[in-house]
């Protein structure tokens, strides 16, 4: 029996954790997975469309995008700017400046999101949306110094890690997750390219002591909170306009929830919200129809003079105007919802934009691990296919709705194409 469970292990390891195959799809079904265990959340939000026909579409269609791409072995073109490759790292610097810059001057404004949510919520949005150039920076300078490391030990890397500490733990003063999440896994997938090979078993451990952790941080946040201010209310909507059974299936479903410890409700209360928003969207679009691209136009929007709704604020809206009436908030007033990445597809246009979506992102993805696979994981392409692969796994929840985020992400994908392949190649 021993000998079974050795063996099966060692053919488990076998699994290249982070290749297109296996990392971002399996998070995705792990995340809706887990999801199911909602401890009655389901029966207080109403939850009535099912997920599952656009989940199941999603991942196939990844899968298609990443199978064309991988059997055509195609890679990013050069766009005719490989001679701007020896500015890359020049530019990588000139981004982290201007980033420490912008978080300095938050600090010393005293912007510091870990204080309570109606701060962390109402950052100086200029100096938020530059200070994240600031752990970018960081993550691909020391990403890039580790793989130019002729002699990489494990002291080194053990280095490596605790600078990568140091940024992380200043953003983590801004209470955001997502920088947290993206630093951590970029850096995990670079050290196992390049220092020492991560174990699906290992990685599996890792992966649920993170996940616990990042729940339990998002709890401790809520439970912080200053609730004698205003923002922080949690006032429920008027309920007078329900009907005595409406009112009392309402009251049932809340005192089961709440029967239930909540530290229990936070470990998987990320993942329970985004089918919910899911489920909201697909019932709302049923209803109303699709937005036509006003999510995506949203994310430029914004940073245009004048009052413009964010596209988070719209997703709230949506998924807000289905529960209000029946007593509830799925999201409180003045806060923004994640609509998962599948949830943003969909809103805008149903099935199809799902479909383009995910062919493109597993194309992307497949066609970045072919640059590696080609030049090598001593080359920056390890970094940039680590940095895709981390952003693309943390939209399955946030959606891919910021613009810093994208600006970030076409930065990285522009510097793999035009990066030249080194001499001393050390392949996969």
């Known amino acids: 029996m021993k000998d079974r ?66 059997r055509r072995n195609w890679t ?39 204080s309570d949510e109606s701060v962390r919520r109402n950052l100086d949005p200029k100096l938020n949306f530059f200070s994240h150039l600031l752990w970018y920076g960081v993550l691909l300078l020391l990403s890039y110094k580790m793989i130019k490391e002729k002699n990489m030990t494990m002291k080194k890397a053990f280095v490596y890690a605790g600078l990568y500490g140091v940024v992380m733990f200043l953003f983590l003063l801004m209470g955001y997750r997502t920088p947290l999440a993206l630093m951590l896994f970029t850096g995990i997938i670079v050290f196992h390219y390049v220092v020492k090979r991560v174990k699906l078993t290992w990685f599996l451990t890792f992966l649920t002591v993170v996940a616990i952790s990042f729940a339990l941080f998002g709890f401790f946040r809520v439970v912080m909170e200053d609730t004698s201010q205003e923002f922080n209310t949690r006032e429920q909507p008027d309920r007078e306009h329900l009907e005595e059974d409406e009112l009392e299936k309402l009251l049932t479903a809340e005192d089961r929830v709440n029967a239930t410890p909540k530290w229990i409700l936070a470990l998987n209360g990320e993942m329970v919200t985004g089918h ?98 080609q030049a090598g994981v001593k080359s920056f392409h390890t970094i940039a296919y680590a940095f895709v692969l981390t952003l693309f796994t943390v939209t399955i929840h946030t959606g891919l709705l910021d613009l810093i985020f994208i600006l970030m992400l076409g930065f990285v994908i522009l510097a793999s194409a035009i990066s030249k392949t080194d001499k001393d190649r050390v392949m996969l």
């Not at 997975?33 to 939850?47: A, E, G, H, P, Q």
């Not at 937005?291 to 245009?304: D, P, R």
């Open 76 to 114: 990013l073109p050069t766009f005719g700017l490989s001679k701007l490759s020896k500015f890359i790292v020049h530019f990588i610097v000139i981004l982290t400046t201007i980033g420490l810059v912008a978080y300095v001057l938050m600090i010393a404004q005293g912007m510091i999101g870990l």
């Open 276 to 373: 919910i928003v899911l489920s909201k969207i697909i019932e709302y679009t049923e209803e109303e129809g699709y937005l036509g691209g006003e999510i995506h136009k949203g994310i430029f929007s914004t940073v245009l003079p004048g009052e413009q709704i964010s596209p988070r604020m719209q997703v709230t809206e949506v998924v807000n105007s289905l529960s209000v009436e029946e007593g509830k908030y799925i999201t409180r007033p003045g806060r923004t919802t994640t609509p998962t990445f599948i949830g943003q597809l969909y809103l805008d246009g149903g099935y199809i934009l799902v479909i383009i979506g995910f062919l493109l992102y597993g194309a992307l993805v497949s066609m970045l691990y072919n640059k590696v696979k």
């Open 5 to 70: 469970i050795k063996a099966t292990v060692k053919n488990i390891n076998k699994i290249d954790t982070f290749s297109p195959y296996f990392f971002l799809p399996f998070i995705l079904m792990a995340y809706f997975i887990i999801s199911l265990f909602d401890f009655w959340r389901f029966d207080l939000f109403n939850v009535r469309k099912s997920i599952w026909p656009a989940v199941i579409l999603s991942v196939l269609c990844y899968y298609i995008g990443v199978y064309i791409a991988d």
